[in-house]
């Protein structure tokens, strides 16, 4: 979607006159090169895609006020940060980034906005909207206990699932721009690289691209291990602090998201020197980052040539580097460098 630095004047302009006419239209069209264009002015080349005073309108104004700025936005299911580049509304692309684990000095906005803060150079650089859920602990368990097996780290929710959040999320980008089709490039770091990855496994569909750091857990494509550590299904009760009835939690993964998922660009990103040892379990890979990382690259890779596929799963071995986010995220910087030119 293309709006020029210039156009919140227009907007304004239409505004006016939608106080006299609610039938003022914005057109666009496209110039030689591929180009999409917005305007105010009909003509025998473009076509009307939503009224000023339609809820299209309204929502594309909004964004395109918000340019240039860090904002907390509110959606059903939660809040999250939003940067528009200037510039970003031609290409509307989105890069979903999201937060790890937060001290008890931090709280989860203040997480996201950190998470956000330092992707805002490369948002600049390409033009790009910039999205970071805030997975807070009353709904999604990002520090406590909630619905066991790792709150939004494994895609579990209060109310709803930390991945249809998301969805929520992208949902408002899909209200302003009718040709959006909600997919998106997508980041995260710790626990935030696990939410990444349990998510790419679940929905790979919707992931355009995606580079995740330094996860200590990973899904597996294998039946031995329940949901979120592989395929095999997970059925249970959970129940939340604070209220009374259980959830009925049913998660029944299928072998063919993970084989589409090994069919998108992914590397993994970890520190080399990201070794301390984690709570050990059977057949992961081993004890360290490193070694889960290692493993899990190699079993997707594995699982796309049984298939007669080859898996586009990669891992980044980052020298001199342990387990820092603003080193990592900069190594991954580069990858969507790669994937956005493509």
């Known amino acids: 979607m293309h709006f020029k630095r210039g156009f919140r004047d227009i907007f304004l302009v239409g505004l006016i006159f ?22 105010d002015k009909p003509s025998k080349n473009n076509q009307p895609v939503a009224s000023l005073a339609d809820d299209t309108g309204k929502k594309a104004q909004k964004l395109v006020s918000e340019q240039g700025g860090i904002v907390l936005k509110t959606v059903v299911y939660g809040q999250y940060h939003q940067y528009i580049a200037h510039g ?27 998470t956000l803060k330092i992707w805002r150079k490369f948002a600049d650089e390409h033009k790009l909207i910039l999205v970071a859920p805030v997975f807070d602990n009353e709904n999604y368990a990002a520090t406590v206990n909630g619905a066991g097996n790792g709150g939004y780290r494994g895609l579990f929710g209060r109310k709803v699932g930390a991945d249809i959040f998301l969805h929520n999320i992208i949902d408002e980008y899909k209200a302003a721009q009718k040709s959006y089709d909600g997919r998106f490039y997508l980041y995260g770091h710790s626990a935030g690289a696990q939410f990444a990855n349990r998510y790419l496994v679940r929905h790979p569909h919707r992931v355009i ?9 990973f899904a597996l494509p294998s039946n031995k291990h329940k949901w979120p550590l592989g395929m095999a299904k997970r059925q249970y009760t959970a129940y939340w602090p604070g209220e009374n ?23 993994v990103v970890v520190g080399e020197l990201d070794l301390d040892k984690m709570r050990h379990v059977e057949g992961i890979g081993g004890d360290t980052h490193v070694d889960r990382a290692k493993f899990w690259v190699g079993s997707m890779n594995k699982l796309a040539q049984e298939h007669g596929r080859r898996g586009e799963v990669r891992l980044n071995i980052v020298s001199g580097v342990g387990h820092n986010y603003g080193k990592l995220a900069r190594v991954s910087q580069k990858f969507f460098a790669r994937a956005l030119s493509k």
């Open 88 to 114: 970003a509304l031609e290409k509307f692309t989105i890069l979903v980034v999201n937060h790890g684990m937060f001290s008890d000095k931090e709280t989860a906005t203040g997480a996201s906005y950190n």
């Open 245 to 267: 009835a259980g959830q009925a939690i049913d998660i029944r993964p299928q072998v063919s998201t993970w084989l589409a998922a090994t069919q998108i660009p992914v590397e």
């Open 209 to 217: 691209a995606t580079s995740f750091s330094a996860p200590a857990w």
């Open 18 to 39: 939608c106080s006299f006419s609610v039938s003022a239209e914005i057109y666009k069209w496209t110039d030689e090169k591929g180009r999409v264009h917005f305007t």
